[in-house]
């Protein structure tokens, strides 16, 4: 692979720099870091289930990663609790969240219980990523039903382009 992105290079009139060589290799271990990593989406309403999550982040995950490591993977949990910023517009919260479960996928998991979540308003979802237009067929559901049906869609994508295919 690395001799595929160093033959462009190869081409040109004159020998690639020092910096172009470390940006294709950079790109490589880039590329081959992805490849090994395994990121877990974990989702529900921002109130509930602080004990499962708590539970996850301090029991489950460190075994989990260690299990990973040992077969040179890379496990990293994406909990958005904590990672979006106060001042992002509603309709950036779609967009990442649902970025981030399709970033994420196959690896999911939902917590669902009593509360139902913050829902964002019909006006929120015009303004989404066109990726994501088909929230708008999804009238006063939540960000977390929101996030399963785009893990559904994911799943069903795949399974009709790859499996079906074969």
């Known amino acids: 692979l690395l001799l ?17 060589i470390s940006l294709a290799v950079q790109a490589l271990q880039d590329l081959e870091l992805r490849s090994r990593t395994l990121r877990l989406f974990v989702s529900s309403s921002f109130l509930d289930f602080q004990q499962e999550r708590k539970l996850l982040h301090e029991k489950v995950f460190p075994k ?49 219980g009593s509360r139902y979540g913050w829902a964002p308003t019909e006006n929120d979802k ?7 237009s088909w929230v708008k067929r999804y009238p006063d559901h939540s960000i977390t039903h929101l996030e ?8 069903v994508s795949f399974f009709n382009t790859t499996l079906l295919s074969k």
Request: charged content about 20%; hydrophobic content about 40%; overall charge negative.
């Open 4 to 20: 595929l992105l160093l033959v462009p290079l190869l081409e040109l009139s004159m020998p690639p720099s020092l910096y172009t």
């Open 64 to 112: 989990l990663r260690k299990e990973c490591e040992a077969r040179g993977l890379i496990l990293t949990d994406i909990d958005l609790r904590w990672g979006l910023k106060s001042h992002t517009g509603e309709s950036d919260v779609i967009n990442a969240c649902l970025d981030e479960v399709s970033k994420c996928a196959p690896y999911f998991i939902s917590f669902i």
């Open 126 to 132: 015009l303004n989404c990523d066109e990726r994501f």
């Open 148 to 155: 399963v049906v785009n893990q559904i869609n994911i799943n």
